[in-house]
């Protein structure tokens, strides 16, 4: 048995979600040709936010 604070349980959680969507990331450019830049992506995700916010896309 193993036991760690809380803390050390969240950053470990939170590395392990890092890596899995690296791997999930690396996955899905090995078995894909789209690929998008820094820029397309960040606007895409300002859009999807700011219709978060104002409620559209509901």
Known sequence: M???SK???ERLQFKSEIYFKL???ELEAKT???RS???EVFS???K???EKA???NV
């Open 37 to 39: 830049s820094h820029k």
């Open 44 to 46: 895409d995700l300002r």
């Open 48 to 50: 999807q936010l700011s």
């Open 54 to 56: 104002t409620g559209e």
């Open 23 to 25: 791997k999930e990331a």
């Open 2 to 4: 193993v036991i760690m």
């Open 7 to 9: 803390e050390a349980f």
């Open 32 to 34: 894909t040709g789209s």
